[in-house]
């Protein structure tokens, strides 16, 4: 019996290997999506930790320019803040798009697996039908020997 052969096999694999580069892709953007969150996350920290300082130093009375010094670096942490969270906009539009690609790579894998499994199938059915009609060929001539053999 012939072994079973898909004739798209390689393309198959080369569907699989796109799929891994786009899961891989995938992950590689939602990592920077979380580093874009941590970082607005520690700027958040940042200016709050600089927002009690500036108080404070108001209360104790501090120096004027003391306060301004304070008061421009909390203008500079929110203009970084506002840098991040656009470019966090753009990986979660990063992400949107790797997630659509790795859809796509995974239906045309699918497609082909599909594909196999029914040439597989066919394969099978197709085995399965020519060694029953081998056996029911070995019973007849069988049959066929033991009527003429008696008969002689």
């Given at each position: 019996?012939?072994?079973?052969?898909?004739?798209?096999?390689?393309?198959?694999?080369?569907?699989?290997?796109?799929?891994?580069?786009?899961?891989?892709?995938?992950?590689?953007?939602?990592?920077?999506?979380?580093?874009?969150?941590?970082?607005?996350?520690?700027?958040?920290?940042?200016i709050q930790k600089w927002i009690g300082a500036a108080n404070?130093?108001?209360?104790?009375?501090?120096?004027?320019?003391?306060?301004?010094?304070?008061?421009?670096?909390?203008?500079?942490?929110?203009?970084?803040?506002?840098?991040?969270?656009?470019?966090?906009?753009?990986?979660?539009?990063?992400?949107?798009?790797?997630?659509?690609?790795?859809?796509?790579?995974?239906?045309?894998?699918?497609?082909?697996?599909?594909?196999?499994?029914?040439?597989?199938?066919?394969?099978?059915?197709?085995?399965?039908?020519?060694?029953?009609?081998?056996?029911?060929?070995?019973?007849?001539?069988?049959?066929?020997?033991?009527?003429?053999?008696?008969?002689?």
């Open positions: 019996m012939k072994k079973f052969q898909f004739r798209l096999e390689a393309p198959l694999k080369w569907r699989e290997q796109q799929e891994k580069e786009a899961k891989q892709h995938l992950q590689e953007k939602v990592h920077e999506q979380m580093q874009i969150e941590r970082e607005i996350s520690d700027c958040d920290h940042e404070e130093a108001s209360m104790k009375g501090n120096d004027i320019s003391e306060i301004m010094i304070i008061e421009r670096y909390l203008v500079k942490l929110n203009e970084r803040r506002r840098e991040l969270v656009t470019d966090l906009q753009r990986a979660v539009a990063c992400v949107e798009e790797a997630k659509e690609m790795l859809r796509e790579t995974t239906r045309a894998r699918e497609q082909l697996d599909y594909l196999k499994e029914k040439a597989r199938k066919s394969y099978e059915y197709e085995m399965s039908a020519r060694e029953q009609k081998h056996q029911d060929d070995a019973v007849s001539q069988r049959r066929w020997q033991g009527k003429n053999g008696g008969a002689e």
